[in-house]
């Protein structure tokens, strides 16, 4: 045994200890997988419960579904590991589906727009549909240019922004005392100026408004934080230096220096906030590509519902898998309708029953009262534990599995999954704890650094992890249970600069970018 082959390789950690789930191999996500902290809360009563996985999953697959439609909403706090979720379900669903009684479709979290409508377009079978499947992808394939597209990107935005102006207007009148519906109608009404004005257009047009036309197009980037996806940020409206705002116009030089400086930038926290809530870009995006309108004589929405009166034929169901609903932006209102179209009217089944699994931001379901109701529970990746001990022991479990799952490597661990019956084996069934049995000499040294279960935790030890998790996981003077930190500062930030110091013997390194990281650990 050699301690080095328990210290995986950069290719190893890269292809096993990912930033994000869904570009993992399910042998690597369920080799990985540790259950998560979760709780529901009834929509209803408000009453709070905590759950295990087999809660959640066995909900996703009651049969009680009286109306046809059964909406599961996943949420937590960034980086808590909702998308992770949402493809643990998928890939156990797939596993029990064997009969083919559930059609599944998992929209990933970096998917476009044409790559989403793609997917869901695949489940239109027969020649008869082709006219239909022909003129949505014609929407994406035409030859698009990225300055004309940001240009009617725009047009489309500021139609989305009187529309809510004159919705907030009327909110106003019937409420006049409401401060916060006020400053929320004077941003709306002001922003399409305040953006279109001759000296600040062209930087929005070449800033700012370009990344959700490409967004959409292309996809979110892997290496993308969660928090990047949202539609608009503060910073967008922090205009630079070389623009000369005294040249604009003077209601547009009013509205920046009176609105959104003010009160130490709060102007513009909450324009954005207005933007990213209100749901106008996604209106706008949608408007873009057409997507509103019926292409070879069906809407997006119609091409669902006929895929369900088709699987209802087949007494088949449908199961739709969003990992992250935010990405989608310019089909969120459309599968939203989708999503609570109920499949019962007047007591006769006229739609093959459909379930969905949904990852959204925390406090997202308190402004979609539609969705909410039909949902019935929320269910929660819970980030804030019982104790600091609970946090410590889960970042322990996580770090050994990872670990574990690096050692054997991609190949090694695909390998074992495949011949052990893929997901339908248990974790502990297809791949144990990685041995090197070719050379036990270090195995006392090995020993040392503790193990969990029977994972051996080197290089770190017990109190290297604990010490590494409060650097990284502490938020206001508590432990906040968040995996995406321990994969990237806890295993990737030591693991990947670490090996090559060790193998010359001078780890830690002085420029190593672990939190924590010193002789003590």
Known sequence: MSLLSYWPTADEINDCIKHEAEGAHDAVLLAVHKPSPLSYKQISSGVKFEASEEDLFKYLITK?????????????????????????????LQSTNEDDRYVIIRIPKSASLRRVVELILEKLP???????????????????????????????????????????????????????LKEQWGHAANLPKFMGDPVLVDYF???????????????????????????????????????????????????????LLVREGEGMRTATRLLNESKVVDQAIRQLF??????????LQEVIQEIRRLLLQQQRELVIFV??????????DILLKVLIQEGVRNGVR?????????????????????????AKREWKV???????????????????????????GYRELVHHFEINGGARAGQETWIGPYADHEDTSDAPVLAAFGKEGEIPLFPYTEQAIEQLARS????????????????????????LPGRPAFERGQFPPPDINAPGTNAEV
Do not use: C
């Open 205 to 259: 047009r070449e800033k700012v408004f370009p990344r959700f036309v490409q967004r959409a197009i292309a996809g979110q980037n892997q290496a993308e934080q969660e928090a990047y996806v949202k539609d608009f940020d503060a910073g967008d409206f922090q205009l630079p230096d070389a623009i000369d705002i005294s040249k604009a116009a003077s209601p547009t030089h009013a509205y920046y220096t009176r609105t």
């Open 382 to 408: 819970e980030s804030e534990l019982s104790s600091e001990q609970e946090v410590l022991r889960r970042t322990k479990a996580l770090v050994a599995s990872y670990l574990n799952a690096a050692r054997w």
């Open 472 to 495: 990284v996981l502490t938020r206001n003077n508590a432990l906040v249970f968040t995996p995406r930190f321990i994969i990237d500062n806890i295993l990737r930030g030591l693991l």
């Open 323 to 332: 990992e992250d609903f935010k990405a989608l932006t310019g089909i969120q």
């Open 64 to 92: 009680d579904v009286p109306s046809g439609v059964h909406v599961v909403p996943i949420t937590g706090a960034s980086g808590v590991g909702k998308s992770h979720m949402v493809r643990i379900l998928t890939a156990r």
């Open 290 to 299: 057409n997507l509103h309108q019926s292409l070879g004589g069906m809407t």
């Open 126 to 180: 027969g020649e008869e549909y082709a006219p239909v499947k022909a003129e949505f992808s014609k929407a994406f394939t035409e030859e698009l240019n990225i300055e004309t597209a940001v240009i009617r990107f725009q047009r489309e935005l500021e139609i989305a922004l009187g529309e809510l102006t004159k919705g907030l207007e009327a909110r106003v009148r019937a409420n006049p005392r409401d401060s916060v």
């Open 350 to 374: 006229e739609l093959a029953t459909m379930r969905s699994v949904i990852a959204v931001t925390d406090g997202y379901l308190d402004s979609e009262d539609t969705i909410a109701t039909r």
